[in-house]
């Protein structure tokens, strides 16, 4: 492991789950999905589980990770697999003594579960939807510099990507651009494949990039972001190349206004869906709710999504350590659509900004 402070991380990450255990009536807690192994050990390898005990921890893996594992873990009991994973589990008596298995109730796949319960048939399997979610919602110092950094190399990259834009380069270019550099900055790769949406095809919230060539006049929507330590970056900027036509700079002062609203009321304990009404009755008020059509952030961390929610749909309150995207939209299809995104960290009362790149209006 790098450092004292990763060493305490993942620890206390440890205790953080077996705290639960009691109010969930577990002996165990088996996770299954690599970005739960990811957060709660710190492996990076493609093919594991992991199994929590109240006194024990262990990592099973195969042959091809056993030094990896080693080298990427603290706190952990390395064993090594030479087949079916669950099957070395009832071979090596790692659960023998459990008669209530928790496993992760999201993402563990069907067979996955079917499985365990043939092999473990006189132990009781319990799915357990919200466990690593609830832990992981909460960040500790060690993740919040983690996803600083890779913040940190998406502003950079941000900052070098509008030298590029001009006239007629296509909107994949940009994005295998964006690529690159975020690694030669230090990513690991890409959080999600980046997306350069020009003109009309800025009016998705989710467009792909195309071989569409990018014209004078034209809005272009950046959303990209980076991975770091396992850790994820997403920043959303809307630029104009060329001076845009008064409609849109009226709506990007409106989409950026809403966004300060709900970052105005972002603290812990605030409702969720309090902080996307703050900007969603905004932009309703002046006539544009109708193309807002998606919620106004998410958590961010191991995982691009999860929890919390910030949906009017969510029952979530915020709480301190929680690091969260807020992202405010209007997209009118056949005409544009602008977003601006920005990544914070919630505290007890003003949520500090992680993304540092301009939201001034940029005309390229």
Known sequence: MESVLTKKHYLYILRKIKSHFAAYRIDAYVITFLPHIKYASGFSGSNA??????????LITDKRYIQQAKNETFGWEIVESDGDIFKTVKEKKLLQKSNRIGIDGNHTAYAKYLELKSIFSESKILPISELIEDCASVKGQYEIECIKTAVDITTKVFEKILDLIRPDIRELEISAEISY??????????????????????????????????????????????????YHSDMTRTIFLGKPEEKFKKLY????????????????????????????????????????????????GLSIHEAPHISYKSSEVLQKGNVITIEPGIYMQNIGGIRIEDILLVTDSKPKILTKASKDLIIL
């Open 181 to 230: 550099l975020q690694k030669v900055l230090g990513a690991e790769g890409d959080a999600f494949p980046p997306i350069v949406a020009s003109g009309k095809n800025s009016a998705y919230p989710h467009a792909h990039s195309t071989k569409k060539k990018i014209k004078y006049g034209e809005i272009i929507t950046l959303d990209f972001g980076c991975l770091y330590k396992g």
């Open 253 to 300: 002062g409106i989409v950026l206004e809403a966004q300060k609203k709900g970052i105005e009321v972002v603290s812990a304990g605030v409702k969720c869906k309090d902080v996307d009404f703050a900007a969603r009755n905004f932009i309703d008020k002046l006539g544009f709710g109708k193309y807002f059509t998606h919620s106004l952030g998410h958590g961010i």
């Open 49 to 58: 589980i992991c199994i929590i005990t109240q006194k024990r921890n262990y």
